[in-house]
């Protein structure tokens, strides 16, 4: 946690899980491997999300019984600034939905803040980023295309702080003293990534870099 205070980990039961064999064909003599492994159709491990104390001491389970331990997947975890709440990001096995989930970090308690979905796939895009104001940064493709948004703790969209028939690719950071957001798109041509800078009121979008091809910024 952001103040060192608690350890936010999943557990993994392997149990349900086939073995798979397969040849290390590497040394001079080749070995046969098994381990746990599931392929497709095949039970996945059931995962567990705790909460313990950076000293040790009882664990906190989430409380994650919506979601069948068999169709599970934890695809993310991170801690709001306050070290009060995990966030999660829990998707079914076909990845058509993905839910972030805010945990309580010392009952458990489960509340889901938003869902993600589609009629094929949805991608993980990784934590929220939070803002001074309460309000988070949120990757989605809920457009179609992949965007920005900015969202209320609640999960009520506050807006798109990016739109259009472009792509949104990596967030290099946030000047909230200044109310900017600095990002890499393909916007000129999809073949290349430029950085941009946007207001978050989607004001000024101004593209950083001039020459043609892949650029990034640190």
């Known amino acids: 946690s952001p103040d060192s205070q ?12 086939p073995t798979y064999s397969i040849v290390d064909h590497v040394p001079s003599t080749p070995t046969v491997e098994v381990g746990p492994y599931p392929r497709a159709g095949e039970p996945n491990p059931i995962v567990r999300l705790g909460v313990v104390a950076a000293t040790g001491g009882n664990v906190s389970w ?11 997947l934890i695809v993310d975890v991170s801690w709001h600034p306050d070290s009060r709440a995990v966030f999660t990001q829990v998707q079914n096995r076909e990845q058509t939905w993905l839910d972030l989930v805010r945990v309580d970090a010392g009952t458990g308690r489960t509340t889901r803040v938003l869902r993600e979905t ?16 309460g309000t988070f940064l949120w990757v989605s493709a809920r457009s179609g295309y992949k965007h920005l948004y900015r969202i209320r703790p609640d999960g009520t969209v506050v807006g798109a702080v990016t739109s259009g028939a472009w792509e949104w690719r990596t967030l290099y950071g946030v000047d909230e003293r200044r109310g900017v957001v600095y990002f890499s798109a393909g916007i000129r041509r999809h073949v290349d990534t430029d950085v941009f800078r946007i207001r978050l009121d989607r004001s000024e979008l101004t593209r950083l870099t001039a020459t043609p091809g892949t650029h990034a910024a640190r």
């Open 62 to 72: 989430s409380n994650l019984d919506a979601y069948p331990a068999a169709d599970r």
């Open 118 to 133: 589609t009629r094929a796939w949805v991608e993980p895009y990784g934590a929220p980023t939070w803002l001074a104001d």
């Open 6 to 17: 608690r350890v936010a980990f999943l557990q993994l039961d392997e149990r349900p899980v």
